[in-house]
């Protein structure tokens, strides 16, 4: 069983789940001054102009022979993934935390300080920084060795409101289980937005939910029981982001007075001891844990999770809800999706589909909301199908499917029926449902298209968003431009006009 963070021990090397995980370039080693000079970029562009100060720093002058120099020589051939900046930075922000180094903590917002922002003050805060180095290269040293762990509740946000809507269609109490559960902080997910730790984001959309069961595992629990637990996560928030270190602080003072089950194990095998039980929802979640995994321990979560979908029913549902980074090379932009089994009763899309809910900034917050959509994919009996041309943005003036929004109190299929007859004046059928496309919506959000098979007949007149209407043959289309994608989409779902 793994040793939780907070126990006595000193010296941790980094696990080797962590470099894994994330997948590119982490086995280059680009140097020290190459390390902080990353690290300096990353800062800025993320808004801690105090870390930016001090990585540039530590670029510029680690090779010059001094005390910072002695200090980080042994970690001259670390590679990206050993994540050296981000440790000898926490290492740093613990000592403040610690109230060891009152000069640097003069500079530092997690600790009410001000960011330096005249040259002055930015010499002042380098000549601290220098002589923290100088006098307490120990302690730093040994901080060092800690890998950095956070637990930022911030990512609840969506969570909270896809079980506001999970307790509107099951109408059941939650069962909670978490795998990558950090410090186990998410867990408590309803209490954080009852005292305004996160932000209610959607509070029109349902009860709160009965949260009755509260499981988080993790290879690397942190003991937040322990001084050193809370510190180890404090000190890897960055100073300058004080509303993440005010939610953490927020945060931690809630999971004192609310229990969870918390244990040392591997997600694989937690998943795959999940059972579920009548008169309950299981809900299972992880954020920013995905990557982590190899590609076969996601397969093999994925295929645990739809066989004990296929026991799910609408008195013992089961959810499963990620909010993970859209991919390696996106990590800024997280993605909340959503499955469930049975599918949410006022839906109409088949159980178990992973659905985008929004997307997010890696805190989880604010939440930029999906806008959910539906189009008609309607053929006639010989085979024809309906396109008409678009008279709005997006894609005007191409040639696509009917369709549109979801209006409030809609199934997506009733939406596409809707559409059908708003753009056509035709009447269509669902006869199935063919799949799902993600198309960039204005301002940053996106369109989550749930597109139906119909049966329709009769002449369609355009109307409303259509400017033009007609039935076509295969060969006709492909003579018309079309909107982005659609050809592409129709194909794979074999719904081509014949
Ligand atoms: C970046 S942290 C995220 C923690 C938390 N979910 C959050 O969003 O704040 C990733 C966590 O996943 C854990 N982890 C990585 N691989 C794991 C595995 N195979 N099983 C369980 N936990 C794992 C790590 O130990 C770490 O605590």
Same mark, same amino acid.
């Given at each position: %069983?793994?040793?939780?963070?907070?126990?006595?021990?000193?010296?941790?090397?980094?696990?080797?789940?962590?470099?894994?995980? %994330?997948?590119?370039?982490?086995?280059?080693?680009?140097?020290?001054?190459?390390?902080?000079?990353? %690290?300096?970029?990353?800062?800025?562009?993320?808004?801690?102009?105090?870390?930016?100060?001090? !990585?540039?720093?530590?670029?510029?002058?680690?090779?010059?022979?001094?005390?910072?120099?002695?200090?980080?020589?042994?970690?001259?051939?670390?590679?990206?993934?050993? %994540?050296?900046?981000?440790?000898?930075?926490?290492?740093?922000?613990?000592?403040?935390?610690?109230?060891?180094?009152?000069?640097?903590?003069?500079?530092?917002?997690?600790?009410?300080?001000?960011?330096?922002? !005249?040259?002055?003050?930015?010499?002042?805060?380098?000549?601290?920084?220098?002589?923290?180095?100088?006098?307490?290269?120990?302690?730093?040293?040994?901080?060092?060795?800690?890998?950095?762990?956070?637990?930022?509740?911030?990512?609840?946000?969506?969570?909270?409101?896809?079980?506001?809507?999970?307790?509107?269609?099951?109408?059941?109490?939650?069962?909670?289980?978490?795998?990558?559960?950090?410090?186990?902080?998410?867990?408590?997910?309803?209490?954080?937005?009852?005292?305004?730790?996160?932000?209610?984001?959607?509070?029109?959309?349902?009860?709160?939910?009965?949260?009755?069961?509260?499981?988080?595992?993790?290879?690397?629990?942190?003991?937040?029981?322990?001084?050193?637990?809370?510190?180890?996560?404090? !000190?890897?928030?960055?100073?300058?982001?004080?509303?993440?270190?005010?939610?953490?602080?927020?945060?931690?003072?809630?999971?004192?007075?609310?229990?969870?089950?918390?244990?040392?194990?591997d997600a694989v095998e937690h998943v795959r001891s999940l059972r579920l039980q009548p008169g309950t929802t299981l809900v299972l979640w992880h954020s920013a844990m995905w990557m982590y995994l190899a590609p076969e321990q996601r397969a093999e979560i994925v295929e645990l999770l739809a066989a004990l979908g296929d026991q799910a029913t609408a008195e013992a549902p089961l959810v499963h809800v990620a909010l993970e980074p859209i991919d390696t090379v996106h990590r800024h932009v997280f993605r909340l999706q959503v499955a469930t089994w049975p599918a949410l009763p006022d839906t109409d899309l088949p159980p178990g589909l992973d659905v985008l809910w929004g997307t997010a900034p890696p805190s989880g917050t604010p939440v930029d909301w999906a806008v959910p959509c539906a189009g008609a994919i309607a053929h006639d009996d010989a085979g024809r199908l309906l396109v008409v041309r678009r008279g709005q943005e997006p894609a005007k003036g191409t040639w696509s499917i009917p369709g549109g929004r979801v209006e409030p109190g809609e199934s997506w299929a009733q939406a596409a029926i809707r559409e059908l007859h708003e753009e056509t004046g035709l009447h269509g059928e669902i006869t199935g449902f063919a799949g799902l496309i993600e198309r960039a919506a204005p301002e940053g959000a996106t369109y989550v298209i749930a597109d139906y098979r119909l049966r329709a007949a009769g002449e369609p007149r355009a109307a409303d968003d259509a400017d033009d209407a007609q039935w076509v043959d295969r060969q006709e289309l492909s003579s018309l431009t079309t909107s982005p994608g659609l050809v592409e989409a129709l194909r794979g779902w074999d719904a081509l006009p014949t």
């Open positions: %069983m793994a040793a939780a963070v907070g126990d006595s021990r000193q010296v941790r090397p980094a696990p080797p789940h962590y470099r894994a995980g %994330m997948g590119i370039s982490r086995e280059e080693r680009p140097g020290l001054a190459g390390l902080f000079a990353d %690290m300096a970029a990353s800062c800025a562009r993320l808004e801690a102009p105090t870390y930016a100060l001090l !990585s540039q720093h530590v670029a510029d002058s680690v090779n010059d022979p001094g005390p910072l120099a002695d200090l980080l020589d042994p970690y001259a051939e670390a590679a990206v993934g050993d %994540m050296l900046p981000l440790r000898f930075l926490g290492a740093i922000h613990r000592l403040a935390l610690e109230r060891r180094a009152p000069e640097l903590a003069l500079f530092f917002a997690s600790m009410g300080g001000t960011p330096p922002t !005249s040259e002055r003050a930015r010499a002042h805060f380098v000549r601290a920084f220098e002589d923290v180095v100088a006098h307490q290269g120990g302690q730093i040293a040994a901080a060092l060795e800690w890998f950095p762990q956070t637990n930022e509740v911030g990512r609840t946000e969506g969570l909270f409101t896809v079980l506001r809507r999970i307790q509107h269609s099951f109408g059941l109490p939650v069962r909670l289980h978490e795998i990558g559960t950090s410090a186990g902080l998410s867990l408590r997910v309803d209490e954080l937005v009852h005292r305004g730790i996160v932000s209610d984001a959607q509070p029109t959309w349902g009860d709160l939910p009965s949260i009755i069961e509260r499981v988080g595992v993790d290879l690397e629990l942190v003991d937040i029981n322990s001084d050193n637990g809370r510190l180890h996560l404090t !000190s890897f928030i960055w100073p300058d982001h004080v509303q993440r270190f005010e939610r953490l602080r927020g945060a931690l003072a809630v999971a004192q007075q609310i229990p969870a089950d918390l244990s040392s194990a």
